[in-house]
Structure formats: structure tokens, C-alpha cells
């Protein structure tokens, strides 16, 4: 009788493990594909190309939930991919449904490059509500604060490629990977947020990749023109609707 009942009660959670399974994935299918990031399609084939030749990718920035679709693509290659996500829904979105599908060549990390070996740091998420006391507060969500140059150098990390989404004027992050790049020369994808990257930002990580002996190409669908042919006033041009997002160096 004992037997019977375990063998009910473990045939019963299994059941119940594969509901929350399809559950999960169902969601996953359904939610994120309501904003899919179609500008990925423009630098993704880079990544998948260095993952099927069994190399390391560092994918650095914020996410969406629809960066897993991603994820999962390059899961079935043989290259490893370490994601740096800043925001702590995110990651414990990616966290969850990495252990679900059991994806062991894919890494993500909940941390905050920098230019500077501060080791933590409190940034200010999305405000919260507190009942209690009525009034609007801060949600306080701490990051490890480190530069690409010591993480790789810590976790003996040799990349082949390395992905950085600029999302404001701020470089440190790129400055922080100076050696790394220096000494393994991977190449460099660089995303940029669309009416929140300036200019002049722009034109300093271009000069600063320059200066390590790299050469520059922007990327239109499926075409990668040398950087000498970008004109702003073209490929930048919020008046006619247009916005080159994505640049790779080599």
C-alpha cells in the first residue's frame, strides 16, 4: 500500500513538473514574442558564427525577455555565451528559464561593468509602492561592480567575440575592457540605443577602437559597409525615420 501511494505521489510531481514545464514555455512562446527585438537579427548571425566554432561570446547590457529566443539558438552550438545583464528581473527571468530547458553552454551574470574596481554599488531600480506608509519608494538592487579586464582575467575568459550595448554617454564599460581587447583582439559588436546615444559618444568608442588597431563596419540587414562611408546625417536621421543601430569591428 505504501509502495502504491509513493509511486501515485511521484508519478503525480512529475506530472505536475511537466505542467509547469510547458507552462513556463508557453509563456515564453507567447509573452515575449509581443516586443521581440527585431534589431538582433541584424548582429546575431556574428554571434551564432563565433558559437559554432566552439567559441566564447560576452554579451554585455540590458536585455528584453525575448533575448532568451536568442539564447536558445545558440545553445545548440558548441561555443560558450556569458550574458552580463544590469536588471534584476531580467535576470531572474533568464536565471529560471535557463535551469528549466537545462542550457549549460550559456551563463548569465547579474553585473555592472565599470571603468573603476569599486566592488559594490547601489543603483536605483523601478520604483515600488509601499502600502504602509503610502508613499512611493526606491527599490534598492545591488550589483557587482567590476571591468571586463578583470572578470576575464579572474575566470580565465579568452573571448572571441564581445557585445556591448551602449544605452547612454557613458564608455566606461568599453574602457574597462582596454586589455582584454588589447590582448586577444576578439571582435566587437556595438549596439546603440536609438535618440540616447549621442554623437559624440559614438565617435569616441569609434576613435578608441581605432587607436587598438581596429577597423570599423556598420551593419545594414545583411550588409557590413566599412565605417569611412558612415555619414550621421544619413544613417543617424531621426527626421527621415532611419537609425543604424549596429557597428562591428575586426
Known sequence: MYHNNLAQAMHSNKFFVASLKLYELFKLAVKPSAYKDNNSK???????????????????????????????????????LIA????????????????????????????????NNAEKDNATGAPVIDFKSKKNKDEIELHQHNTVDDYCCTNFIVPALVKFKLEGNELGVLYGAKETLRKYQP?????????????????????FL?????????????????????????????????????????
Not at 211 to 239: A, M, R, W
Open 187 to 207: 571582435q566587437i559588436l556595438i549596439e546603440c540605443s536609438e535618440g540616447i546615444v549621442t554623437r559624440d559618444t559614438l565617435l569616441k568608442a569609434f576613435k
Open 84 to 115: 552580463f545583464e544590469t536588471s534584476s528581473g531580467i535576470y531572474s527571468y533568464l536565471q529560471k528559464m535557463k535551469r528549466l530547458v537545462n542550457l549549460e553552454n550559456i551563463t548569465v551574470e547579474e553585473l555592472v561593468f565599470t571603468n
Open 210 to 250: 581605432k587607436d587598438l588597431n581596429y577597423s570599423g563596419y556598420f551593419i545594414l540587414d545583411e550588409l557590413k559597409i566599412p565605417l569611412t562611408s558612415f555619414d550621421f546625417n544619413i544613417y543617424q536621421n531621426e527626421v527621415l525615420g532611419f537609425y543604424c543601430n549596429n557597428f562591428i569591428f575586426e
Open 42 to 80: 541584424e548582429y546575431l548571425p556574428y554571434i551564432l558564427n563565433a558559437a559554432v566554432k566552439g567559441y566564447t561570446v560576452l554579451d554585455i547590457g540590458s536585455h528584453k525577455r525575448s533575448y532568451f529566443f536568442d539564447i536558445l539558438k545558440i545553445s545548440k552550438l558548441p561555443g560558450r
